[in-house]
């Protein structure tokens, strides 16, 4: 948990306090100078982008850089944030993972953030030959470390403010050719679950509307973005994790390159049709393969059409593994943010080759029957020799392969 001590301090005109995150300190801007009012969202308010509630995001992050390195030999491996406001996701990494590998290149396009970022640097003593500072945009960065300086980043983590949709070209383009990695964050979420779908297809090139599964879809559709313009590089993306808390997306890819590579990627997109009177829905593969336009149930009436859209899984389970191992051991995560870290992996994992979930509270609404225990109808769906969990993108919700009938049958027969 994020903790305010009672260190205050001035750098020129700005307001600093003391923080400790994970076990790291650092000054950022202190909220209760900057923000004048209760109704002011807190990281907006202040002069250096910093969200306390994105603590959960870097402790993900922390455990993915420990992942990754160890599974690799690379003498040398650059983890670039390209929007690193106060810097702490840097900082953190830079002290709680302990290894002499781990270079860090930290850039924001404020001059008010760079000069805080060197301030920590100085300050708290971070070793300066394994941290490069940068104050500019984004998409020069990556050009600037691709064409100047002739370094690869194994790492880049684009954590925008908004739509990370401008800078994913750049930054795929100057990662390291064999096995890198790609942590994406997206905040503009209401496009992608379906409330402005001109939005959606101006800024992510699909017909996103609401449907019943929004914060997945809202994930495969942010999947389908970004491989598709690794395809214009002969790059194939990968997802191995892809998280919807709170505000913002969370999404993990490693890449492979080469034509044949990236041409593989269409494979996994195709589209999805859903009933908007049962939520059935169908799911086809091929970017010429349409699904149906009526639902199977007579009288319900025309489907919905969203995509294109990944359609493949957006959980690896071997590297979900490797991660909670990580997590388990990695003693800087918040204890909160670590059982829920693991609790939604666990759950995801069992399920990671399932597509989409069913709302239980819905079905019983539909029945007008009270809702049954969640994890009773899971517990009942094994019974009967179907798999099912329950899944982080709907408290109310699980995931299975039983069928939406043999589902509203079991509700009937659990419901108190």
Same mark, same amino acid.
């Given at each position: 948990?994020?903790?305010?001590?009672?260190?205050?301090?001035?750098?020129?005109?700005?307001?600093?306090?003391?923080?400790?995150?994970?076990?790291?300190?650092?000054?950022?801007?202190?909220?209760?100078?900057?923000?004048?009012?209760?109704?002011?969202?807190?990281?907006?308010?202040?002069?250096?982008?910093?969200?306390?509630?994105?603590?959960?995001?870097?402790?993900?992050?922390?455990?993915?850089?420990?992942?990754?390195?160890?599974?690799?030999?690379?003498?040398?491996?650059?983890?670039?944030?390209?929007?690193?406001?106060?810097?702490?996701?840097?900082?953190?990494?830079?002290?709680?993972?302990?290894?002499?590998?781990?270079?860090?290149?930290?850039?924001?396009?404020?001059?008010?953030?760079?000069?805080?970022?060197?301030?920590?640097?100085?300050?708290?003593?971070?070793?300066?030959?394994?941290?490069? !500072?940068?104050?500019?945009?984004? =998409?020069?960065?990556? +050009? %600037?470390?691709? &064409?100047?300086?002739?370094?690869? @980043?194994?790492?880049?983590?684009?954590?925008?403010?908004?739509?990370?949709?401008?800078?994913?070209?750049?930054?795929?383009?100057?990662?390291?050719?064999?096995?890198?990695?790609?942590?994406?964050?997206?905040?503009?979420?209401?496009? !992608?679950?379906?409330?402005?779908? =001109?939005?959606?297809? +101006? %800024?992510?090139? &699909?017909?996103?509307?609401?449907? @019943?599964?929004?914060?997945?879809?809202?994930?495969?559709?942010?999947?389908?973005?970004?491989?598709?313009?690794?395809?214009?590089?002969?790059?194939?993306?990968?997802?191995?994790?892809?998280?919807?808390?709170?505000?913002?997306?969370? !999404?993990?890819?490693?890449?492979?390159?080469?034509?044949?590579?990236?041409?593989?990627?269409?494979?996994?997109?195709?589209?999805?049709?859903?009933?908007?009177?049962?939520?059935?829905?169908?799911?086809?593969?091929?970017?010429?393969?349409?699904?149906?336009?009526?639902?199977?149930?007579?009288?319900?009436?025309?489907?919905?059409?969203?995509?294109?859209?990944?359609?493949?899984?957006?959980?690896?389970?071997?590297?979900?593994?490797?991660?909670?191992?990580?997590?388990?051991?990695?003693?800087?995560?918040?204890?909160?943010?670590?059982?829920?870290?693991?609790?939604?992996?666990?759950?995801?994992?069992?399920?990671?080759?399932?597509?989409?979930?069913?709302?239980?509270?819905?079905?019983?609404?539909?029945?007008?029957?009270?809702?049954?225990?969640?994890?009773?109808?899971?517990?009942?769906?094994?019974?009967?020799?179907?798999?099912?969990?329950?899944?982080?993108?709907?408290?109310?919700?699980?995931?299975?392969?039983?069928?939406?009938?043999?589902?509203?049958?079991?509700?009937?027969?659990?419901?108190?």
């Amino acid at each position: 948990m994020v903790k305010f001590l009672d260190e205050n301090t001035e750098l020129e005109d700005l307001k600093l306090v003391k923080i400790k995150e994970g076990f790291t300190d650092i000054f950022v801007p202190d909220p209760h100078y900057y923000k004048q009012k209760d109704t002011e969202y807190l990281p907006t308010s202040l002069p250096v982008f910093y969200n306390p509630v994105m603590e959960i995001n870097r402790d993900l992050t922390i455990a993915l850089t420990k992942m990754y390195m160890d599974q690799t030999i690379d003498d040398k491996i650059y983890f670039v944030e390209a929007m690193a406001g106060t810097g702490i996701r840097g900082f953190r990494l830079l002290n709680e993972i302990r290894d002499d590998r781990l270079y860090i290149i930290m850039n924001d396009a404020s001059p008010t953030a760079f000069k805080l970022m060197k301030y920590n640097a100085e300050v708290f003593g971070y070793d300066s030959e394994r941290l490069l !500072l940068f104050n500019m945009d984004a =998409n020069y960065l990556f +050009r %600037k470390l691709h &064409s100047d300086l002739h370094i690869k @980043p194994s790492i880049i983590d684009i954590d925008p403010y908004g739509t990370p949709a401008p800078f994913v070209f750049n930054a795929l383009s100057c990662l390291k050719k064999k096995m890198s990695m790609l942590l994406v964050t997206a905040t503009d979420t209401a496009p !992608l679950v379906g409330k402005f779908p =001109n939005a959606a297809l +101006r %800024k992510y090139g &699909s017909r996103v509307v609401k449907n @019943p599964f929004s914060k997945e879809i809202a994930v495969r559709v942010l999947t389908y973005m970004i491989g598709r313009e690794g395809t214009i590089l002969s790059i194939k993306t990968i997802p191995i994790l892809g998280l919807f808390l709170h505000h913002f997306i969370r !999404l993990v890819l490693i890449t492979e390159r080469g034509r044949r590579k990236a041409d593989e990627f269409w494979q996994s997109v195709g589209w999805i049709s859903f009933c908007p009177v049962c939520n059935s829905y169908d799911v086809t593969r091929g970017i010429t393969s349409f699904p149906s336009s009526q639902c199977f149930i007579k009288g319900h009436g025309n489907t919905e059409i969203i995509g294109p859209i990944w359609v493949d899984p957006i959980f690896d389970p071997d590297y979900i593994g490797s991660l909670i191992n990580v997590i388990e051991r990695q003693n800087s995560i918040n204890k909160k943010n670590r059982e829920k870290m693991l609790e939604i992996l666990h759950n995801e994992r069992e399920v990671s080759d399932l597509i989409f979930y069913y709302d239980i509270q819905d079905i019983a609404r539909r029945l007008r029957v009270s809702t049954p225990q969640i994890n009773v109808v899971v517990e009942f769906l094994k019974k009967k020799g179907f798999r099912a969990s329950r899944t982080h993108f709907n408290p109310t919700a699980i995931k299975t392969d039983a069928s939406i009938h043999f589902l509203i049958e079991a509700v009937k027969e659990i419901a108190p």
